[in-house]
């Protein structure tokens, strides 16, 4: 498991800007923590099943029954950017 | 010799299920509501909002996959699917990734000519639809050039129901037949709207082409931004056409996303996504898992209607319509229930599809109101085909009884035993109609006799008009030539 | 005994009464903010007018010949909960100026019972930290040593109650952040069964091992106070629908017939002389009172903090995706979306909070999934294993609540050994029993008496048992009497560096 975590490739998946200085910091304290993570690979987990959630609770569903939803000002007052009734956000670039 | 290729075509439908509210919270699920006006907590992703799913948008999935005769897993789940987009509040959006509500089956379809097909299916799952992006400066409204964008989140959240096939379709026509199929199934299940208009169906097609008789498959591309059947009927005949070319030229078919031009008729490479596409999928802790019991899966089978296929095979193998009239019958579920009935009224299959798909959708098509709402009851309709059967009013008569129906209802019978609307079959009674009308029309007889013969519908047009329409006409035609002979 | 030294049983039984107005209750809590929270800084915000406002309702109600279960009580409630019309910010600069809409339902239920919101207490960012000194809006100070840090993440709520500026504190649990700080602030801290208490409106750090509970200066206190905000909430799908078997009723005051797990792997050798004496001799208490203690073993029980620092930052990087610029919050502007977003999430997040997102990134990302966090998932399966095994040859275990008394602010600066802090409680979370901590006794350091906390818990579900081993332990020992020199205003040692 142990290799060095590109820092750069996972800040962009997580959508955070890093200064060179964090890249260099975070990745070394990442490597710290992953190194005593590497810990679990002693457990013999090979039929172990995952947990996902510790309740044995399944099937939780709700009726199809309209609820109030927000008055739109309140909405709207909240957003950092608005346009009229919409939400205006910067151009995306991506596709 | 030039090689012969094979098209093969997969295709994934995204549904929006018709729920009374969304997937994960009680917002009301409608289209074209004001903008941000269908928005909570949870659909809004409001820091410590939580989901809790809509169990009819469950149920109905399951019975869309029992349609498709699929496995209904005993365990399933929902999980995230983490990418950022600004009309997906989340950033992740809740997804099914490796336990799928339903597993594998197959659309039933059938081509122009009545041939049935079969397309397996992989899987179908249960997620939840984004809000809407209006992107704003670049003057065509497409997001390439724009200087920002407008978001309505009314729609994020909506139940959306996922149905990827087996690369198993090898032409546009069957992938255009798979679709509306799907589509029909879907909308007898009453779980979905299916407009692609309004984009609560959309699709996408992975299209690769092989030489024939080859089993690997050929590197694949995927179409988007398909709004039509035509559309997609278009988009895959010419993108198989694009391969081949490629390939007739020793070129090398390239893995990508393409977007279809509907303006120019031809597919464009679609830019990437600048992000990697890593959507580490996990089970969503916020929600548990699904463990649908064998006992509520069979009450849901027995619950199924009657499916769009089987009633196009009972339609052409037990009626004996032609794939045309059975086709046009099913693509409206109301129309083929009221045809139903009244062919069970009327024991006449193919005078009742005559009746629905003529008059009664002209009626339909005149007014604006679908014939099941009508006030023309199938068993009327019924009770005058065997009216018009029997010879016992004419098509004209029928004609203005349909009419009178639709707008009133009531029994063609009574209407026609009320009024002495019967038709004349007496002989000596017709006779008697005739000859007043040559007497009258002296001149118009001379011209007959001196050869012109077309005049001799007016003849028998005056000879209706003085019986009320009631006469047989065929009856009118007969004695008519025969006196003038 | 001063209005803001007694207990919320106290306060509820005599507002209930009319011997008390809420209004008065309220004021001293007030007061004792203005007097006290400059140099404890517990609240992020003192919510006086809803203070107020909640107190007039409340006498309202009383007067009306309504009987509230916790009339007049005042409340700190943790800055991650929602509380409508009122800045909920989780200590990060990216929720500074965000108001909420709606309310949490724990806290919401807390409200109907009679609390009365003081105000919104700090913690580090987004829950996750052990010190508080994550805060990203305030400093906050142990209340027992000015010097100190309170614990955390709840460490503002824990605060709040030790230096007697609310009698019940909101926190919440995710890998013993509210236990540890009730260790530090000699309180009472709990942390139910997962899914005993609703997390609708509590801001999610992760999702699967999250958990509200109270702090209180006294057993009964938190077992009045989890009598209130328990029990099915609809809004949330985690939440268990079964009945919760009321805890406040009746409490023992022996152990007699209980048979006390004690952790072969916690080996108390491991610790400080001077701590390992007092665990000794909390153990020898639990016996006296009639407990007998087992031995037992949680075998994977050492795994706890890698499995723990996989599945929290794994359910972390996607709870905190939301928070964009888009729709609320801070937004820092860019010419294009994704410069927007990481600008946003860079000046947003405090460094804890960007450790945590990236490395839950990295465990779910492809190609890392299957080692990191489809493992740690199946060390969780173990983990609760562990647990059930154990709780097959005792009814509830002891152990210690954290590996070191209060440290001063700034001591610890190297993240892993901070993550280290919850080494005694994460493994109940994992296994998503309920635990607590309950005040054991003091360690002299540095010319200071600095409070130490037993850890015990139970089989899920069997918070009654176990809020009765503490209460039980509690009114024998009589460890949590001992007032706070912030709250008595003679506190000492504001000057450390910070």
């Known amino acids: ?95 | 010799m030039k090689a012969t290729y094979e098209a093969v075509v997969g295709i994934e439908c995204h549904v929006e299920l018709k729920t009374r509210t969304k997937m994960f919270c009680g917002c009301a699920n409608a289209f074209g509501s004001e903008p941000n006006t269908n928005v909570c907590p949870v659909c809004l992703a409001l820091p410590g909002a939580l989901p809790v799913p809509n169990g009819v948008a469950i149920e109905q999935t399951v019975r869309a996959g029992l349609a498709f005769g699929a496995r209904i897993p005993a365990y399933s789940k929902f999980d995230r699917k983490n990418y950022f987009y600004p009309d997906m509040p989340k950033n992740y959006q809740i997804s099914q990734y490796d336990m799928p509500l339903v597993q594998g089956g197959e659309v039933r379809y059938w081509l122009e000519d009545g041939t049935m097909k079969r397309c397996p299916l992989v899987r179908i799952h249960l997620e939840e639809d984004t809000g809407k992006s209006t992107h704003a400066g670049s003057g065509d409204g497409r997001i390439a050039g724009s200087l920002y964008s407008l978001v309505d989140f009314n729609r994020a959240g909506v139940p959306l129901m996922e149905c990827v096939s087996e690369p198993a379709l090898h032409s546009a026509a069957d992938a255009v037949a798979y679709l509306a199929s799907l589509r029909r199934t879907l909308m007898e299940l009453g779980v979905s709207d299916v407009k692609m208009e309004e984009g609560s169906l959309r699709c996408d097609a992975n299209v690769s082409v092989r030489l024939a008789g080859e089993a690997a498959l050929g590197t694949k591309t995927e179409i988007k931004n398909m709004n039509s059947f035509r559309s997609v009927q278009r988009a895959i005949e010419s993108e198989v056409d694009r391969q081949i070319s490629l390939l007739e030229r020793g070129e090398r078919v390239v893995q990508e996303t393409r977007g279809w031009d509907e303006a120019n008729g031809v597919t464009h490479p679609m830019r990437s996504k600048e992000q990697a596409h890593d959507y580490r999928y996990f089970p969503d802790p916020d929600l548990v898992p699904l463990e649908i019991a064998g006992d509520d899966v069979e009450r849901l089978r027995v619950g199924l209607p009657e499916l769009p296929w089987e009633r196009f095979e009972r339609y052409t193998r037990a009626f004996g319509l032609g794939s045309k009239q059975a086709t046009q019958l099913i693509d409206t579920p109301s129309l083929a229930r009221y045809f139903d009935r009244v062919v069970n009224a009327s024991s006449n299959p193919q005078q009742s599809a005559n009746f629905v798909l003529g008059e009664l959708s002209r009626l339909a098509n005149d007014s604006g109101v679908a014939v099941a709402d009508s006030k023309a009851e199938p068993e009327g309709v019924a009770e005058l085909i065997v009216l018009v059967e029997a010879r016992t009013v004419n098509s004209k008569i029928a004609k203005e009884l349909l009419e009178r129906m639709w707008r009133n209802g009531g029994s063609p019978k009574a209407i026609v035993e009320d009024e002495g609307l019967a038709q004349t079959n007496d002989a000596d009674e017709i006779e008697n109609l005739v000859e007043g009308v040559i007497a009258a029309h002296a001149s118009v007889v001379a011209d007959y006799r001196a050869g012109k013969s077309n005049v001799i519908g007016f003849l028998i047009g005056q000879a209706m008009k003085a019986s009320r329409s009631k006469a047989d006409p065929q009856l009118v035609s007969e004695l008519m030539k025969k006196r003038l002979r | 005994m001063k209005l803001v030294d007694r207990s919320a049983f106290d306060v509820a039984r005599d507002v209930n009464a009319r011997r008390l107005s809420a209004r008065e209750v309220t004021d001293a809590a007030l007061a004792q903010a203005d007097a006290v929270d400059g140099q404890v800084g517990a609240y992020l915000r003192v919510e006086y007018d809803l203070a107020r406002a909640a107190a007039a309702r409340v006498d309202a109600r009383i007067a009306s010949g309504e009987r509230l279960a916790l009339a007049g009580v005042p409340l700190a409630v943790k800055d991650n909960m929602c509380v409508i019309g009122t800045r909920t910010t989780c200590a990060s600069r990216i929720l500074e100026h965000w108001t909420a809409p709606y309310t949490a339902t724990a806290v919401q239920r807390m409200l109907d019972a009679g609390c009365i919101p003081i105000g919104k207490a700090n913690l580090d960012e987004f829950a996750m930290g052990s010190s508080c000194e994550n805060s990203a809006l305030g400093v906050t100070r142990n209340p027992y040593d000015l010097s100190r840090v309170p614990g955390g993440s709840s460490g503002g709520s824990a605060a709040a109650v030790a230096a007697r500026e609310a009698a019940i504190g909101m926190g919440s649990d995710t890998g013993g952040s509210i236990r540890e700080p009730g260790a530090f602030c000699n309180l009472v801290g709990f942390k139910p069964t997962y899914g005993r208490v609703s997390r609708y409106g509590l801001i999610a750090f992760a999702s699967s091992l999250d958990q509200i509970g109270p702090l209180t200066r006294t057993v009964r206190d938190a077992a009045m106070a989890y009598d209130v905000m328990s029990g099915h909430d609809p809004m949330d799908s985690t939440s268990l629908p079964r009945a919760v078997e009321p805890a406040s009723r009746a409490l023992p005051t022996d152990l007699r017939g209980l048979r006390v797990g004690i952790v072969r792997e916690f080996d108390l050798q491991a610790l400080a002389p001077a701590m390992r004496t007092i665990y000794e001799r909390a153990y020898a208490e639990l016996e006296s009172l009639g407990a007998a203690l087992v031995d037992v073993s949680l075998p994977t029980v050492d795994y706890g903090v890698a499995t723990y620092y996989l599945i929290a930052p794994a359910e972390c990087s996607a709870n905190l995706a939301r928070f964009d610029g888009v729709r609320y919050g801070l937004r820092v502007d860019a010419a294009d979306v994704g410069t927007m977003y990481e600008q946003t999430r860079a000046q947003g997040f405090g460094p804890e909070v960007k450790r945590r997102v990236l490395i839950g990134t990295y465990a779910l990302s492809s190609g890392y999934y299957d080692a990191y966090y489809v493992r740690a998932q199946k060390a969780r399966t173990l983990a609760a294993k562990d647990f059930a095994v154990a709780f097959g040859a005792c009814d509830i275990i002891a152990s210690p609540a954290t590996s070191c008394p209060p440290f001063t602010l700034g001591a610890k600066s190297d993240p892993y050994s901070m993550y280290l802090m919850d080494y005694y409680t994460i493994p109940m979370s994992l296994a998503g029993v309920p635990a607590l901590s309950v005040p054991c006794g003091w360690v002299r350091e540095a010319q200071a008496d600095l409070p130490l906390g037993l850890q015990l818990a139970a089989p899920h579900f069997a918070e009654p048992l176990l809020l009765g081993a503490a209460h039980a332990y509690e009114q024998a020992t009589g460890y949590s009497a001992r007032v706070s020199p912030a709250a008595a205003g003679s506190a000492t040692g504001i000057e450390e560096p910070a």
């Open chain 1, 1 to 95: 498991m142990s290799e060095k975590i590109n820092v750069r490739y996972v800040a962009k998946l997580a959508r955070i800007a890093l200064t060179d200085d964090e890249v260099d910091r975070f990745g070394a304290q990442l490597a710290v923590l992953l190194e005593h993570v590497e810990a679990l690979g002693k457990l013999d987990v090979g039929a172990v099943p995952a947990t996902a959630q510790v309740l044995e609770l399944a099937n939780v569903t709700r009726d199809d029954k309209p609820a109030p939803c927000l008055d739109r000002d309140t909405v709207l007052g909240q957003a950092p950017r608005t346009q009229g009734a919409f939400v205006r956000v910067p151009r995306i670039l991506a596709e």
